[in-house]
């Protein structure tokens, strides 16, 4: 066990253990990015209290019980990955059967998420048996937490996530000229060995901000943002920088503004309407951010009075 845990465990049952835990359930269990701290209680109690924990790397997450103190026979742990997850799907099943209760943890971060699990769900939950999820760390949600991408345009923080691009260069173009008609933010992954290659192909977006989070949670921890033409050149900056996972967010298309259009659409809403749904609409019509209509409405409101 790795000391700085030892009270962890205790705090897990302190915590958590009052809850209900149901047999015959597939727990579906995150677990940390990187750093080891990010587990949560209820993970801990339950990857404790599973008859059989199904991962992605049975040796990864043998070292991960092991770090925090969890001592689990081999018998105990089942590999699940993406060459055997329907195959494997079957045994788990059969456990669920017999009222076992079964956790599943990926390598890292939400299972199903660009990870096994997805299709071992879903097997579940056609034999109308319980899947119960356990959140936790993500590396999706970890980078869109701090792209800061809420108030850039109408959207409001909308976002696609699209995983890993293909690794055949023509497919990755193909996919990259999609990304340039998607007006909301783009949430994508990438492995160290590609990313030199899918900063090429995003050097066709221009000026379109990117937000680029390498190793996250991690000692080495690198968060940016810069235009999405200058992606390959920040990688060659630094010899170290192709190296780590990467979560890249592709900030929303600028939405063309049209500020005199805007101002007869609001001033026309305004003279009907009670100001927070002329501005609300005014949005919906023109595209334009909600802050900045309502910031003019106001003014409007004061001359008019």
């Known amino acids: 066990m ?4 030892a009270s962890a465990l205790g705090a897990a049952f302190d915590a958590a ?18 750093n080891l701290a990010d587990i949560t209680l209820r993970a801990l109690h339950v990857l404790q209290l599973a008859d059989t924990i199904a991962c992605e790397d049975t040796r990864h997450t043998q070292a991960l019980l092991r770090a925090y103190g969890i001592d689990k026979p081999a018998a105990q742990l089942l590999a699940v990955h993406q060459h055997n997850e329907a195959e494997a799907a079957h045994s788990v099943l059969e456990r669920l059967r017999r009222g076992e209760r079964v956790a599943y943890a990926s390598d890292a971060g939400t299972p199903a998420i660009s990870d096994p699990g997805a299709r071992l769900v879903a097997a579940v939950r056609r034999e109308r048996l319980p899947v119960v999820p356990l959140p936790g760390a993500s590396s999706v949600t970890a980078a869109l937490s701090v792209a800061g991408i809420a108030d850039e345009n109408a959207q409001h923080g909308e976002f ?31 492995a160290p060995h590609r990313i030199e290659a899918l900063a090429t192909a995003l050097a066709t977006l221009g000026d379109r901000p990117l937000t680029i989070g390498r190793e996250l949670t991690k000692q080495f921890e690198e968060i940016t943002t810069i235009a999405a033409h200058a992606f390959a050149d920040w990688l060659r900056s630094e010899a170290h920088r192709c ?35 002329a501005v609300r609409l005014t949005a919906d019509i023109t ?15 004061k001359i008019d009075s």
């Open 287 to 301: 595209g334009a951010s909600r802050n900045a209509l309502y910031d003019a409405a106001l003014e409007l409101k």
């Open 17 to 34: 253990a009052g809850q209900n835990y149901p047999s015959g359930a597939l727990y579906v269990v995150a677990t940390p990015i990187g």
């Open 243 to 277: 190296r780590g996972e990467f979560v890249l967010v592709l900030h929303p298309a600028a939405v063309p503004s049209d500020a005199g259009s805007e101002q007869r659409v609001l001033k026309l809403l305004l003279a009907e309407l009670p100001l927070k749904t």
């Open 2 to 5: 790795t000391p700085t845990y």
């Open 160 to 190: 696609v996530f699209v995983g890993f691009l293909p690794a055949k260069s023509g497919e990755r173009a193909t996919a990259v000229e999609t990304l340039a008609r998607e007006a909301r933010a783009v949430v994508m992954l990438e």
